[in-house]
């Protein structure tokens, strides 16, 4: 069985979404663990040296290529699969499944991820493109990342977008977290147990942690 | 007209001579060997999964959705092997001696010693399959005990044993159509046996998807197809358990044998009302456990809990103290009709018994808290670890019960009555499961063999699949290697042109009735006459009422019945019709052949015929015979016998007490 | 009681069916749902029209025949319970019930709530089964299995090929059908030897028939007459992973 065989198989195209899921779960840590970096108190000079390593060296500029390519692969992955789950069902029920036994988020993976990616790009547009096109390869003048955020979380839309955009990306991981790991096939009860606790608990430290930040310089505790 | 082909021999050699010296068919004639195999339950799955398996080309035919529907998936309870694993003195002969006396000394001692020599390698072959059965802690084999027997002999997997031996025989059939050795033909019903110069060489078969005739040709035709009960409508059959086939054949010739053997079984679910449409049982294995009692007042209406203990009559306990609440089902089903018809019934309808596990409950809590080293435990305590053992056994079944009744057996007592569950006869066949008509065999309930007039508990899985995997694999090859010259016959001969028009003609004729009457209406009258005349009890007066009454009503439904919708499309009420028509004709043959033995035995109980104790009073001197029904035209059918001789066990007044 | 049933009616496979509504009158609470459906067919007999097709057989929740999507939910309101076991105590005076066929593509309808689920067949044919010719089989007793691994086993082989997974899953998935077989063959020793290629063959198999994929939302498990665990998916995927990792 070739390696094109494994990945092309309902399941196989689940175990995609599982590995570039769980890859980009691990982007998610290093993103909010150096976003975290805003409430060191010192004006933003922890960030923003942060910032500028990540910009300029050259691991984690490889390191992007991979996180591009897979956020690539997971979204396209997973377009193709709903299409295709959604086939399965040409003729729809007059009464709707309900609740029973599935949560909403559960069911609303395609539309959560959908929210997510709409905010990814509003996000990119405001941060990852303006600080690379004036970095390293472009030779502009580096800009200081930690006032642009000021400046932008100044305003209250900007806000309420990035909070919806988080609550979006805590519900996705509060399913795809635990979702990666039983499509990898964790299938004995404790580690279940634990993984889809740890699972939930990640999904809301990542969502607050990530909504704090535009509020906390709305709000000017930075 | 009947040999019985019997090899020579002392009994327990008949079988091992047979094997060594029948005939064989070459592997490359075997590919050019064509075999119907009709129906997909425990006998017809694992007979159509064996033969692919050796080579002959097999068609397999089933009237549900998928093989894997058939009614052998609801049995509970387990399947008997002469294992001796428990170390209780069982072996081949001791459960050859138990199927003979549980069914009455009315079987044939050739048939049962073989069905109890090949029951080991039944269990053999299942846990190859990967039946899950269920296992002591040490990983090995569990078991249990069932009515009828002092041993403990029997295989189960939870409730579902029927289930998962079932799954194991379909998986068995998928993976030889997988192969392409077995053509699966579902949604698909066999209306007539098609016969060619003498010999069977094919079926007409109906596509219940969009209506069509098909024939279908075939070296032999093996029918397993089950059994009848469903003519007396409400039993524990599913709904579209029927007798058409067997009645196909019966009608071209082969012999009906013991038609009125029918089994009730003692622990079902009471009916609730008219619009019943069908019975569900309670395992047997409950009686284990189980203590069944009605109060010892007449027309007691209080609370089952509110009766003590010394107002209850444990009636079983009482009249059989050997063997209690596992008396064979027979004994069991009529001594609690005895009760109710003496007005110690219980519910509103009066036609219940109860059926208690306080005691078990409490016994296994006492157990459970003694393992716990707590010898201070509360009443509670015990009990709700008692609950917790019971469920455990018997979970699935309790939870039945209570989405059934509504109420909850874990507090209340069960109520149960009897309810037709299995029929004994069924076509005649011989040593080698061939039928009184060349080239049709009759495998699993749908023929008489095994069982005489009353089966024991966990014999019937045993027996559908000893005739599937190891019996007919052997005989079939010895009828068909005298087949090998026969060259394939094409479906256009006239023989099948002739069959399928008189299918044909008969479907048309039922559909221009255009009666007023539903065909679920003549069926469940047709049950009721049964169930009243020719049921657990049955007298000479009632019989011959009976057989008047079907006459009538087999009358009214040729010219009154109304089947809706059109002949070329899935029409499920014309497949019923079909099927009500033939239970008709054979509710007629059950009430002659209830009326000609004129002795109580078994499953037949005979008002007229019985002990002053009110056991079954057998006639060994006029009686010990099987009943072989030729038919002979509408309402006429003529009588042959087959003497039973046994050789081996002294036939003796069945005594459980 | 009184009850009005919205039940959907098709001709045959290739024909556009629609919702007919009906009354039924004087349901008893003892009755089970199946018989309050034959109340209705005997009603429409009467009056001259076709009676609604229905699969069932059994009737004691076991042969997996019978299947109505009722009021948005396979086999009804009840946890753990098949269609003919759904009794009218669930329901009161007065209510509308819509009753509706499974619905997937690879279960298309036969007629009225009648469906195909040959795929299902075709899925055990790709290898639900251990390859073991009668007359092969060792001692039952020469091969001692753990006891836990013995009840998982059984656990997953109780699934009756219903189909209600299906019928719930937003994606029409078959993962929990195919997962129960899989792992009722994988957790028996017996089952070692075709281990990697039944799974990645019933995979194949149920991709082809046109099933949706698994996206773990436990629909299934929680409509499942036989609660069949959604740990059996995981359990297949492992399975499918090892397959993959260890083929050549």
Partial sequence: MTWKQVFSTSVGNKLIMALTGIFLILFLVIHAALNACIWAMDGGEMFNKGAHFMGSNVVPRILEIGLFAGFILHIVQSYKLTIKNKKARSVGYEVDYGNRGSKWYSRSMALLGTIVLLFLVIHLTDFWYPNRSNQGFLLGEEINLYLKMQDTFSQLWVVIVYVAGCISLGYHLAHGFQSAFKTLGVHNKRYHIMLSSLGLGFSIVIAVLFALMPISFYMGWV | MLNAKIPAGPLETKWNEYKGHCKLVNPANKRKLEVIVVGTGLAGASAAASLGEMGYKVKAFCFQDSPRRAHSIAAQGGINAAKNYQNDGDSVFRLFYDTIKGGDYRAREANVHRLAEVSTNIIDQCVAQGVPFAREYGGLLSNRSFGGTQVQRTFYAAGQTGQQLLIGAYQALERQVALGNVKMMARHEMLDVVMVEGKARGIIARNLVNGELERHFGHAVLLCTGGYGNVFYLSTNAMGSNVTAAWKAHRKGAAFANPCYTQIHPTCIPVSGDHQSKLTLMSESLRNDGRIWVPAKQGDTRKASDIPEEERDYYLERRYPAFGNLVPRDVASRAAKERCDAGYGVGTSKQAVYLDYAAAIERYGKIEVSKQGNDHASAEEIIALGKQVVKEKYGNLFDMYSKITGENPYEVPMRIYPAVHYTMGGLWVDYELQTSLPGVFALGEANFSDHGANRLGASALMQGLADGYFVIPYTLGNYLADEIYAKAISTDHPAFADAEKAVSDRINTLMNIKGKQSVESFHKRLGKIMWDKCGMARNEEGLKQAIAEVQALKAEFWSDVRIPGSINEMNPELDKANRVADFIELGELMCKDALNRNESCGGHFREEYQTPEGEALRDDANFMYVAAWEFAGESNWNLHKEALNYDVIKPSQRNYK | ?248
């Fill in chain 3, 1 to 248: 009681m009184n009850l009005t049933l919205k039940v959907w009616r098709q001709q045959n496979t290739k024909a556009d069916g629609k919702f007919e509504t009906y009354q039924v009158k004087n349901i008893s609470h003892e009755m089970s749902f199946l018989e309050m459906i034959d109340v209705l067919n005997e009603q429409l007999i009467v009056e001259g029209a076709e009676p609604v097709a229905f699969d069932h057989d059994c009737r004691e929740g076991i042969c997996g025949m019978c299947s109505m999507y009722i009021d948005g939910k396979p086999h009804g309101p009840w946890q753990a319970n098949t269609t003919c076991q759904l009794h009218m105590r669930a329901f009161k005076d007065g209510d509308t019930i819509t009753i509706e066929p499974w619905r997937a593509n690879a279960f298309p309808v036969v007629k009225d709530l009648m469906v195909d689920r040959s795929a299902f067949d075709r899925i055990i044919q790709a290898g639900g089964y251990i390859s073991v010719n009668t007359g092969n089989a060792v001692d039952g007793n020469s091969l001692p299995i753990n006891k836990d691994k013995a009840d998982a086993a059984f656990a997953a082989a109780m699934c009756i090929g219903c189909g209600a997974c299906v019928a719930a899953c937003k994606n029409s998935s078959a993962m929990l059908f195919l997962s129960a077989k899989v792992s009722h063959l994988a957790l028996l020793p017996q089952g070692e030897p075709e281990r990697k290629s039944r799974v990645m063959n019933m995979v194949a198999q149920m991709d082809k028939e046109g099933f949706g994929a698994c996206t773990n939302t436990g629909a299934c498990e929680a409509t499942c007459p036989k609660e069949i665990s959604l740990t059996n998916i995981a359990r297949l995927n492992q399975e499918y992973l090892a397959a993959s990792i260890t083929s050549n």
